[in-house]
């Protein structure tokens, strides 16, 4: 399956399939997908169950061959092991959208717009909402130079000391809330 000329493949856990509720429970996936690279990186997010006050949230990290959709490589983090990992929970409250484009309105001043057709595609899917209202989906990419590159940028490169080949301990004993 392609979404905006990304190609998704089945999700995969190192050699075996990841179980339903990790994908299933994703409020937050993001992809950095440089232009003339054989694969891409994809970060999902889900919500872990626990008996804090604090919630507490997994970090699935997904490299994947961009032909295929396969996964070459998985690693885990969450933000009981990983101090950096809520920083970009929270840092993401920061990140603006794109503005809405009008075609033959002006996107800057003097009407330039500018395209490339190399960089690294950036996109991001999460649930959003506006102030008092119920949630829904919010999706959008970029290029780069912009503040969602910056974000996913900044946020693989803090959370790089945090991977771990093992997934937390609370989505292996299945221990997971889907109250997003």
Known sequence: MTF?????????????QAPDYVTSGSFLTFHASPAFSESYVSVDVGRLKGEDSEPAYWFMWRERDKSSGEVRKSRWTDTKNCDAASSVLTSLHG??????????????????????GDGV?????VRAHYS???GSDLSFSSNVGTPL?????????VLEPCWSSEAPAALAEKEFSLNL
């Open 132 to 134: 008092g209202t119920e």
């Open 149 to 157: 590159a910056e974000w996913i940028e900044g946020s693989l490169e």
């Open 4 to 16: 905006g000329g990304v190609i998704f493949g089945p999700t995969l856990l190192l050699a075996a």
């Open 121 to 125: 595609h950036y996109e991001i899917s």
């Open 95 to 116: 990140v603006s959208p794109p503005r809405v484009s009008i075609p033959g309105y002006e996107v800057s001043p003097g009407g330039g717009i500018r395209i490339m």
